[in-house]
């Protein structure tokens, strides 16, 4: 069922235009799973039970994987089976009627504003290394964009004096303005400093690394942990702390769903409308630090 399985990564890139980590997470999945299913049953997807699959989430549980990943895993083997479907193999899925528990999920950690200053201020600007991280810090929190929208980011993609970026998300492009300082500090690294970082010329990468070639994700997670540590931040920051506390610091200051929605690039403002509990939860969180007889 190899052949199968391809079709559906296939179908996947070329279909559904889903991101190149969405892809990677459904597709080591259901290669685990089909792996577990021909070692333990001698079967393959197609012939799977929906025992078998039940089997297969009590062995991930005793392995010991969390709620959250066997909740996740359980979501991408329903959507293989659904192509699976339509695709004719089967009648029926198999995991239709098959349900874990995801157990407590936890709201994302947010940067209060003091936080992003003191963040934002660890990059010593006296070198290229400086100005440049001073240059990423900022635009990720300025725009809230994804870790892999800001190393994929090209020089062709910021319009300096419009203040705006150009982000490729996996369905449409969107322009993201830009506030003065990250404007600076942008401005300075572009101008004066990235010429001298490259390896090549002709490099398209806004963002380099030492060698001079485009910044990887975990070169820059690398970077982002070194400033929290220099930040003395106890909080356990990822670039996606920094997109987090964009959006919920806007909502914070009078942003609409609609509009936060098409800044963070999503397709369904469900994904957006987790920001308006997150702020209810730091609101609940003040009042009852703060009231007196809460």
């Given at each position: 069922?190899?052949?199968?399985?391809?079709?559906?990564?296939?179908?996947?890139?070329?279909?559904?235009?889903?991101?190149?980590?969405?892809?990677?997470?459904?597709?080591?999945?259901?290669?685990?799973?089909?792996?577990?299913?021909?070692?333990?049953?001698?079967?393959?997807?197609?012939?799977?039970?929906?025992?078998?699959?039940?089997?297969?989430?009590?062995?991930?549980?005793?392995?010991?994987?969390?709620?959250?990943?066997?909740?996740?895993?359980?979501?991408?083997?329903?959507?293989?089976?659904?192509?699976?479907?339509?695709?004719?193999?089967?009648?029926?899925?198999?995991?239709?009627?098959?349900?874990?528990?995801r157990g407590e999920k936890k709201l994302p950690q947010i940067l209060t504003g003091r936080e992003?200053?003191?963040?934002?201020?660890?990059?010593?600007?006296?070198?290229?290394?400086?100005?440049?991280?001073?240059?990423?810090?900022?635009?990720?929190?300025?725009?809230?964009?994804?870790?892999?929208?800001?190393?994929?980011?090209?020089?062709?993609?910021?319009?300096?004096?419009?203040?705006?970026?150009?982000?490729?998300?996996?369905?449409?492009?969107?322009?993201?303005?830009?506030?003065?300082?990250?404007?600076?500090?942008?401005?300075?690294?572009?101008?004066?400093?990235?010429?001298?970082?490259?390896?090549?010329?002709?490099?398209?990468?806004?963002?380099?690394?030492?060698?001079?070639?485009?910044?990887?994700?975990?070169?820059?997670?690398?970077?982002l942990k070194h400033y929290q540590a220099t930040a003395h931040i106890e909080k356990d920051i990822?670039?996606?702390?920094?997109?987090?506390?964009?959006?919920?610091?806007?909502?914070?200051?009078?942003?609409?769903?609609?509009?936060?929605?098409?800044?963070?690039?999503?397709?369904?403002?469900?994904?957006?409308?987790?920001?308006?509990?997150?702020?209810?939860?730091r609101l609940k969180s003040v009042y009852d630090k703060c009231h007196p007889k809460a």
């Open positions: 069922m190899l052949d199968l399985i391809d079709a559906y990564e296939n179908y996947l890139t070329k279909v559904k235009q889903a991101s190149a980590n969405t892809i990677a997470s459904y597709m080591r999945d259901i290669r685990q799973f089909a792996d577990w299913l021909g070692e333990t049953e001698g079967a393959n997807v197609v012939d799977a039970t929906q025992v078998n699959i039940s089997d297969y989430f009590a062995h991930l549980t005793q392995e010991g994987r969390s709620g959250a990943t066997v909740s996740r895993s359980l979501a991408g083997l329903k959507n293989f089976y659904s192509y699976v479907v339509s695709s004719g193999f089967l009648e029926k899925s198999p995991v239709v009627d098959i349900h874990v528990d992003i200053e003191l963040l934002l201020s660890q990059p010593v600007c006296v070198d290229a290394k400086g100005f440049r991280d001073k240059a990423m810090l900022e635009v990720l929190y300025a725009t809230g964009i994804r870790v892999t929208e800001l190393i994929e980011l090209d020089v062709d993609d910021v319009n300096l004096e419009l203040a705006s970026i150009k982000c490729a998300g996996a369905k449409k492009t969107r322009s993201i303005p830009l506030y003065p300082a990250a404007l600076r500090a942008l401005s300075v690294y572009m101008n004066e400093v990235r010429a001298g970082m490259l390896s090549d010329p002709a490099e398209q990468a806004l963002f380099v690394n030492v060698n001079g070639t485009r910044m990887s994700r975990q070169g820059f997670w690398k970077i990822t670039p996606h702390t920094l997109r987090h506390s964009f959006a919920v610091h806007l909502l914070e200051n009078g942003a609409d769903l609609g509009s936060l929605q098409e800044l963070m690039g999503h397709s369904d403002i469900s994904s957006t409308q987790m920001y308006t509990h997150m702020l209810n939860q």
